[in-house]
Structures are given as C-alpha cells and as structure tokens.
C-alpha cells in the first residue's frame, strides 16, 4: 500500500467567441507549476502552485484535419495531458490498482474538451482507451487472460441513469446499493465487456447522445450532470500449479456538471430545485474534499460525508480511498468569469491536500 496525494492539473482555454465579443482580458498567466489570477478590479495578484499548470490559452494551429496542434510556442495539447496523466492511470491498472481522473470547473470551461474530446482532438478518455487496447494486443504473455469492461452513467437531480441502455429508467432511477467489501455500488447497471477500442467508441458515442437526449427532455443541458465512464480492467494469472488470480483495477472517468452556483445563473422554481439537488453531489463533493484535506493536515475525528450524495459514495475510494486520483481544473482566461476561476483555483488547492491509500486488488479468481 502506498499514500500519495491527489494530483491536481489546472487547464486554461482559448477565449470563447462571447468572451472575445466582450473584449475580454486575459487574468491567468503562469510558469512552470504556478497559475497566478489576476483581479481584473484591483489588479491584485494571487498565486497557487499545482502538480501541472496548462497553458492551452494560444499558440496553436488548427491542422487540415482539423486537430489543434502547438505551433511551436507553449500550447498544451491532448497529447501532452495523456502523457503526463493518461499513462500513469493506465501503468497504475497493469499494476492492479485503481484510478480515478476528475474534471472540475464551470460550464464552458473545458472539462469536456479535455475529458472527451471534440472531433479530431480526442481527450483523455479515448487516448487512454485507445492506448490501452494497443498494449493489450501487443501483449504476448499467454499465462494471463485480459478483459476489459466498459459502464457509463450519468448523476442527474440525484438519481442515476444507465447511458448504455437507451430504455427510460426506472422511476427515481437505479439504486445504489453497498458490498460490504467493495463499497457502493449502482444495482443493475450494465458492464459491457469490450474487445477493442472501436466498441468503447460506440459506447461513449451513444453514452454521449444519451445524456444530451436525456438533458433535453428534462429541460436542461448536460452541464448540470455528472457523468461517470467506469473501465475495469482485469488480468487472469495462472501459476505453474494452475492456480489462477485475478488483479483488477477500476478507472473512474469523471465529467462533472457545472461549478457556477444556481444563484449566478438566475434559476427559479423548478430549475433552482433541479439546481440545489445537483449542488448537493456537487456541494458534497467540496465538504468531503475539505473533510479529507483537514484530516490531511492533522485534524482528529474528522467526518467525511460521503454518504450525503450519490456522486461521492460512488466515488468514496477515489477520495481518500483505495485510488490513485487526478483532477484537472478548467479555467476560462476571461476577466468576466473572474469570480468562479478564483473558486475554483481553491477548490483544486485544497483537492491537493488529499492523500489516498492505494493497494494492489489482487485475490484468487472467483
Ligand atoms: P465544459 O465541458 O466545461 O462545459 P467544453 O469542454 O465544452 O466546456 O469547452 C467549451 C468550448 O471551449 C468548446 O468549444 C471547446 O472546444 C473549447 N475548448 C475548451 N478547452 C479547450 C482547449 N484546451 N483548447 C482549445 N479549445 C478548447
Ligand atoms: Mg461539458
């Protein structure tokens, strides 16, 4: 078992067009580690240090294929995130330990874009997937039995919802149940084994139609869910006496909904109920992230409301728990959005603070 701290990277954007429309400023510089905000009023300086600090703000091209390439300034392209934490997940899985990769921030941020993708510039998630299934079939040890499982689902005004099924879900959606060894879990919900890369595509495709689907029909946008992609990966070894193990590893892929506060987007009635319940996954995802924070810095009998939402019991072992975890922060550049930026900046200050427990999950092959 080994501790480490939650890794955080924080991302800024290029300006969006109503942010150029506006004549927007710039707020955020950094070098190396360092993000530094500026208060577009006072002109006051804040400065935070995280594990990586992305500049994605200029200095690329858009390719003939339509891929954002650096053209040789300090843009940081997908590539780049992949390699600094996309490879580490997928080293971590061989290992047998599991892994978790949050995306934080306001909506138009750029979760998405660095989490998934759009179009030629793939995110995290597929590089990851894609590189997996290339290690898998290059792998030529035939002692072991690899299989691969694909989930995905979504956390809307607390209640869950299978993407993989397009049926509608049950009423109050899928129930969240608990193992005594494994912890919570959503009852019912597909794991769909998967033999390449290609059938992941499928499935996040419909997965991502699905919930837009979903959104529409509840009068809203996917920025107010979550969504969760679940790849277990599974190794059978087999020793020279035929006794055979499994070591498993779970990655938790994480698109959060929207960082801005109901209050900032003028919900009323029904949307700002809507809007408290997914507060309430997204609010107790900030206690329990203060909570393991102060146990961090020494703090005794600290509570850890886990159990207050849905998104963190599932999420309970990639918080202080059996995981290695990253989350990345997106920012806008935008002088406008100056208020959710610094809150976010320390929110992915204080997720830094976390340590988790990882262990190896290997036991004999049921
Ligand atoms: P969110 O998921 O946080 O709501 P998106 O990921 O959809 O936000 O990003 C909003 C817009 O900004 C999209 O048009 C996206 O293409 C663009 N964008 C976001 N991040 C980047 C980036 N790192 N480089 C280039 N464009 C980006
Ligand atoms: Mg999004």
Same mark, same amino acid.
Request: charged share 25%; net charge neutral.
């Given at each position: 078992?080994?501790?480490?701290?939650?890794?955080?990277?924080?991302? +800024? /954007?290029?300006?969006?067009?109503? @942010? #150029?429309?506006?004549?927007?400023?710039?707020? =955020?510089?950094?070098?190396? &580690?360092?993000?530094?905000?500026?208060?577009?009023?006072?002109?006051?300086?804040?400065?935070?240090?995280?594990?990586?600090?992305?500049?994605?703000?200029?200095?690329?091209?858009?390719?003939?294929?339509?891929?954002?390439?650096?053209?040789?300034?300090?843009?940081?392209?997908?590539?780049?995130?992949?390699?600094?934490?996309?490879?580490?997940?997928?080293?971590?899985?061989?290992?047998?330990?599991?892994?978790?990769?949050?995306?934080?921030?306001?909506?138009?941020?750029?979760?998405?874009?660095?989490?998934?993708?759009?179009?030629?510039?793939?995110?995290?998630?597929?590089?990851?997937?894609?590189?997996?299934?290339?290690?898998?079939?290059?792998?030529?040890?035939?002692?072991?039995?690899?299989?691969?499982?694909?989930?995905?689902?979504?956390?809307?005004?607390?209640? +869950? /919802?299978?993407?993989?099924?397009? @049926? #509608?879900?049950?009423?109050?959606?899928?129930? =969240?149940?608990?193992?005594? &060894?494994?912890?919570?879990?959503?009852?019912?919900?597909?794991?769909?084994?998967?033999?390449?890369?290609?059938?992941?595509?499928?499935?996040?495709?419909?997965?991502?139609?699905?919930?837009?689907?979903?959104?529409?029909?509840?009068?809203?946008?996917?920025?107010?869910?979550?969504?969760?992609?679940?790849?277990?990966?599974?190794?059978?070894?087999?020793?020279?006496?035929?006794?055979?193990?499994?070591?498993?590893?779970?990655?938790?892929?994480?698109?959060?909904?929207?960082?801005?506060?109901?209050?900032?987007?003028?919900?009323?009635?029904?949307?700002?109920?809507?809007?408290?319940?997914?507060?309430?996954?997204?609010?107790?995802?900030?206690?329990?992230?203060?909570?393991?924070?102060?146990?961090?810095?020494?703090?005794?009998?600290?509570?850890?409301?886990?159990?207050?939402?849905?998104?963190?019991?599932?999420?309970?072992?990639?918080?202080?728990?059996?995981?290695?975890?990253?989350?990345?922060?997106?920012?806008?550049?935008?002088?406008?959005?100056?208020?959710?930026?610094?809150?976010?900046?320390?929110?992915?200050?204080?997720?830094?603070?976390?340590?988790?427990?990882?262990?190896?999950?290997?036991?004999?092959?049921?």
């Amino acid at each position: 078992s080994t501790s480490d701290s939650v890794k955080v990277a924080v991302r +800024v /954007r290029p300006f969006n067009q109503r @942010e #150029k429309n506006a004549g927007s400023q710039c707020i =955020i510089s950094m070098q190396d &580690k360092t993000t530094n905000i500026k208060n577009p009023e006072t002109g006051d300086i804040k400065s935070f240090s995280y594990d990586h600090s992305y500049w994605s703000h200029d200095g690329f091209k858009e390719t003939p294929s339509g891929v954002s390439e650096p053209d040789g300034s300090n843009y940081a392209d997908q590539k780049r995130l992949f390699s600094d934490l996309g490879q580490g997940v997928l080293d971590n899985a061989w290992q047998g330990y599991n892994a978790a990769l949050f995306a934080y921030g306001q909506t138009g941020s750029g979760k998405s874009y660095s989490m998934i993708g759009y179009g030629a510039n793939k995110g995290i998630v597929p590089i990851t997937c894609e590189e997996l299934f290339k290690a898998i079939d290059t792998s030529s040890d035939n002692k072991k039995q690899l299989r691969v499982f694909f989930s995905m689902l979504e956390i809307y005004n607390e209640q +869950v /919802r299978d993407l993989i099924v397009k @049926e #509608k879900p049950p009423h109050g959606g899928l129930k =969240i149940r608990q193992n005594p &060894k494994s912890g919570f879990y959503v009852e019912g919900l597909k794991q769909v084994p998967v033999r390449s890369y290609k059938e992941i595509e499928k499935l996040m495709e419909s997965g991502t139609i699905n919930r837009t689907t979903a959104a529409t029909n509840m009068n809203a946008t996917s920025s107010r869910s979550h969504m969760v992609i679940t790849i277990r990966f599974e190794q059978v070894l087999v020793n020279d006496a035929g006794q055979s193990n499994t070591r498993s590893s779970d990655i938790n892929l994480v698109d959060l909904a929207g960082s801005e506060r109901a209050d900032s987007t003028g919900a009323t009635g029904d949307r700002l109920k809507e809007g408290s319940a997914i507060n309430q996954s997204l609010s107790t995802l900030g206690n329990v992230i203060s909570a393991l924070a102060d146990q961090a810095m020494g703090k005794t009998k600290v509570l850890v409301p886990y159990r207050d939402s849905v998104l963190t019991k599932l999420l309970q072992s990639a918080l202080g728990g059996n995981s290695r975890t990253i989350m990345i922060a997106a920012l806008s550049p935008a002088d406008i959005n100056y208020d959710e930026t610094l809150s976010t900046l320390r929110y992915a200050d204080r997720a830094k603070k976390i340590q988790n427990k990882a262990t190896v999950n290997e036991s004999p092959t049921d």
